[in-house]
T-cell receptor, first 109, second 118 residues
Framework: EDQVTQSPEALRLQEGESSSLNCSYT??????LFWYRQDPGKGPEFLFT???AGEEKEKERLKATLTKKESFLHITAPKPEDSATYLC??????????FGAGTRLFVKA | GAVVSQHPSRVICKSGTSVKIECRSL??????MFWYRQFPKKSLMLMAT?????????EQGVEKDKFLINHASLTLSTLTVTSAHPEDSSFYIC??????????????FGPGTRLTVL
């Protein structure tokens, strides 16, 4: 069964304290892995799509990487405005998208 | 690009009434849209997949007669919560799917609709 597991469930950082969020997956026929950011009371905002192992993408303080079993979202020198829930999702060979439960990130000034 | 809107953003209604939520893809055409429900501090729960010109596909446990979905055009899908009850109070989010490569479709989400049933 296709599955996405995100860890940790919640992460508290001090401003400037770099860290990584993990997304482990098992999927039949990976077509793509997605990262989204969701603020409270808002819909998820698309961040990245990764298509194959070894691929990396960056956007401001965020960098997403992909292996055959997991993806990491690295946050470099985070700021309080980076506080949000980060969702990971995979699309399988049948074009079905499976979402993880998310990691809630809190960055304290 | 890839902007999705939802209307209304908030709605309060009395128990027993019906509520319609609209989801529009503003700058692209979407043959497939999705409707999700989200409880506080929980992840997205897929309710149904909406395909333009055909009947929606509902996930197990979702009542199709209660949550009516219409995807009448390539830019508009609607979710109608019929005979709403307090337990239907939730955050409803739609997404529209856009092919982003030869083998992958990416979902772009609307801002969500907060439904409160009194």
């Amino acid at each position: 069964e296709d599955q996405v597991t995100q860890s940790p469930e919640a992460l508290r950082l001090q401003e400037g304290e770099s860290s990584s969020l993990n997304c482990s997956y098992t999927v039949s026929g990976l077509r793509g892995l997605f990262w989204y950011r969701q603020d409270p009371g808002k819909g998820p905002e698309f961040l990245f799509t990764l298509y194959s192992a070894g691929e990396e993408k960056e956007k401001e303080r965020l960098k997403a990487t992909l292996t055959k079993k997991e993806s990491f979202l690295h946050i470099t020198a985070p700021k309080p405005e980076d506080s949000a829930t980060y969702l990971c999702a995979v699309q399988n060979g049948g074009f079905k998208t499976i979402f993880g439960a998310g990691t809630r990130l809190f960055v304290k000034a | 690009g890839a902007v999705v809107s939802q209307h209304p953003s908030r709605v309060i209604c009395k128990s027993g009434t019906s509520v319609k939520i609209e989801c529009r893809s503003l700058d692209f055409q979407a043959t497939t849209m999705f409707w999700y429900r989200q409880f506080p501090k929980k992840s997205l729960m897929l309710m149904a997949t909406s395909n333009e010109g055909s009947k929606a596909t509902y996930e197990q446990g979702v009542e199709k007669d209660k949550f009516l979905i219409n995807h009448a055009s390539l830019t508009l899908s609607t979710l109608t919560v019929t005979s709403a009850h307090p337990e239907d109070s939730s955050f409803y989010i739609c997404s529209a799917q856009l092919p982003t490569s030869g083998s992958t479709d990416t979902q772009y989400f609307g801002p969500g609709t907060r439904l409160t049933v009194l």
